[in-house]
């Protein structure tokens, strides 16, 4: 149905790498949050993120603004900014000094708006990535309240920090390939059960 015309579109742009399909993606996840859930919906916390880092054009400054953007929705933020870091470094398209270096930017200012949403994600990927020189930022941030341990317990983002990371991370960070397969499973494409005909007494 034309509702879904949106998500198929960005999924095979991905799998076809359309590196022209990168700034409108997030021109679109820019749109205030109701406009942004017609159109993607669960894609949002699910595979946007890969499909954003599927079409990359090298320029990190459109995800910048989408992390840095306070009047973005929340989990556009989290998923969609920060989410296609750790895929970009899976698939070695931007080095770990990079992301390092731009998580250590969040992490000492940049996220100034304190966003429970955006800084759990950030600690938490700080946590996967190993990333052991802002362990004393992430006990600040906690401490502050700017995290919330529902999403990842403190204790848990510092151990992994401080031990070369969580290769958890690893499991949902390639790119997107057989769109057919990864959609497949939507509850739209599930054969609907046939209907028993009314008996007649």
């Not at 429970?116 to 502050?144: E, K, M, N, T």
Request: hydrophobic content about 40%.
């Amino acid at each position: 149905s034309a509702w879904m015309q949106p998500m198929f579109a960005a999924y095979f742009l991905a799998e076809a790498r359309e590196k022209a399909a990168y700034r409108p993606l997030i021109t679109l996840l820019n749109l205030p949050s109701d406009d942004v859930d017609v159109l993607f919906g669960e894609m949002i916390t699910g595979d946007m993120g890969r499909i954003l880092a599927s079409v990359f054009d090298g320029d990190e400054q459109p995800l910048r603004d989408l992390v840095e953007n306070p009047e973005v929705p929340e989990y556009v933020r989290a998923c969609c900014g920060l989410g296609p870091y750790l895929c970009l470094l899976h698939n070695q398209l931007l080095t770990a000094e990079a992301v390092s270096g731009y998580f250590t930017e969040l992490m000492r200012g940049t996220a100034a708006d304190q966003n429970q949403v955006v800084w759990s994600s950030l600690a938490s990927h700080c946590g996967d990535l190993g990333f052991a020189h802002l362990i004393p930022d992430i006990q600040a941030a906690y401490r502050a309240g700017w995290c919330d341990p529902m999403f990842d317990h403190e204790e848990n983002v510092v151990l992994h920090a401080g031990n070369g990371g969580d290769p958890r991370w690893q499991r949902d960070a390639e790119l997107i390939g057989d769109t057919i397969e990864l959609t497949r499973h939507w509850h739209c494409f599930k054969p609907k059960p046939l209907t028993q005909p009314s008996s007649r007494r």
